[in-house]
């Protein structure tokens, strides 16, 4: 079993990013406290969650560095006897906010993994994506998580913006490989909704060249692919691994899907409406087709590959067809793709 929480707060909004966070509601965060503890108490019954059963803890945002460590401490101490003994327990953290403090602060409550949204090095690509911190500020923070004690940290990186070019990406690359990091997610720049790159034109250069390019230098700088965004350098995140082979989670906080016995839970992400009632949510029935062709589309970004034990006779024809065609393979029982940028052709072949 996962666990997700969600901290929906950020010092401003960058440009490109639709996630569920607020600017404006720094005084709900009291609220917001005592919200996420009422709604695990009542989260235990229904994912029926076991001592010791939870194998990752992963708070993500928004922004985790607005929110205090004496603000989570509660939900820490809640969530303690349910925690698996050397579970992975993340932060993600933004430059500007993780402070020495900040990050000592976590260590403190046991979080033993932190991942940076570094997004890049270059302070004009920064401030192009209307991001609160430069690159000073980043090689501090990952100063100052050594110097806590943080051993697995991570960094986000995005590309494939309107300024980025092969000497950027090689420079961010290079700067990344240099630093104590074991992780590094690499993102292409997607056009969301509702944000204010979505309005502007040309903000985004979709290359399949530059990303592998991308890719090449990652590699060659001692960063092994293991899914189409994430690379390690020793260390996969158990979380995302987890996630990808569709184990159950739990999500806490507003806008914090949940997962469970093929049910998701899709809460509101108006802040005041979850501090109201918790426990509000949609539910989606997923049929078994959801399930296998999510199934597909996740394992196959990824090196998990899909397991073909239970797979329809019409599926494993294709499959045999791909292999044959090279563009996967099978060992000890699973499908791998040869290719992660065409996982998503392939799943929807698969699925067709
Ligand atoms: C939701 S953010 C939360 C982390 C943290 N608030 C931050 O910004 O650093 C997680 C990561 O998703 C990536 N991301 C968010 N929106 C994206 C977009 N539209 N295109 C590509 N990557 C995106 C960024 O790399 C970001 O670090
Ligand atoms: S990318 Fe991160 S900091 Fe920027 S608005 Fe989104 S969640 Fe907040």
Redesign the pocket.
């Known amino acids: 079993m996962l666990l997700y929480l969600h901290i929906p707060f ?1 010092d401003s909004k ?1 440009f ?4 569920c966070s607020y600017t404006d509601k720094n005084i709900l965060k009291q609220a917001y406290s005592e919200a996420i503890l009422k709604q695990f108490e009542q989260e235990i019954k229904r994912f029926d969650i076991g001592e010791k059963s939870i194998s990752s803890f992963f708070v ?4 985790p560095s607005t929110f205090s460590p004496l603000l989570l401490s509660p939900f820490i101490k809640k969530i303690t006897p349910y925690l698996a003994q050397n579970a992975e327990i993340t932060t ?3 430059p500007n906010s993780a402070t020495f403090d900040w990050l000592f602060g976590m260590k403190e409550l046991g979080f033993n993994r932190v991942s ?2 570094v ?1 890049s090095f270059d302070d004009k690509k920064l401030k192009f994506l209307g991001r609160a911190h430069n690159a000073k500020q980043a090689f501090e923070a990952i100063e100052n998580a050594r110097k806590v004690g943080f051993e697995n940290i991570s960094i ?3 590309y494939n913006t309107k300024l980025d070019n092969k000497k950027l990406l090689l420079k961010d690359i290079t700067t990344a490989a240099a630093l104590p990091i074991n992780h590094l ?1 690499a ?6 909704k509702n ?1 204010k790159f979505y309005k502007k034109p040309n903000v985004q250069k979709e290359s399949l060249y530059l990303a592998k390019y991308a890719i090449k230098a990652l590699l060659e700088n001692g960063f092994c692919q293991y899914e189409i965004s994430n690379f390690s350098r020793g260390y996969e995140c158990f979380h995302n691994k987890r996630y990808w082979q569709q184990d159950d989670y739990i999500g806490i906080g507003c806008g914090a899907v949940g997962f469970y016995k093929n049910r998701r839970f899709y809460p509101s992400c108006d802040l005041e409406k979850y501090i109201k009632d918790p426990l509000l949510k949609e539910i989606e029935n997923l049929s078994e087709k959801d399930l296998l062709l999510e199934k597909t589309f996740l394992s196959l970004r990824s090196n998990i590959g899909l397991e073909l034990m239970n797979i329809p006779l019409h599926v494993m024809e294709k499959i045999d067809i791909l292999s044959r065609e090279k563009k996967g393979f099978i060992e000890n029982g699973r499908f791998f793709n040869s290719n992660f940028f065409l996982a998503d052709e392939i799943a929807l072949f698969l699925n067709s």
């Not at 490109?16 to 996630?19: E, L, V």
């Not at 993500?60 to 922004?63: E, L, P, Q």
């Not at 993102?187 to 969301?192: G, K, P, R, V």
């Open positions: 950020c960058c490109y990013c639709s996630f993500g945002g928004g922004t993600e953290a933004n940076f949204g997004q986000d990186l995005i997610s993102y292409s720049l997607t056009i969301e944000t």
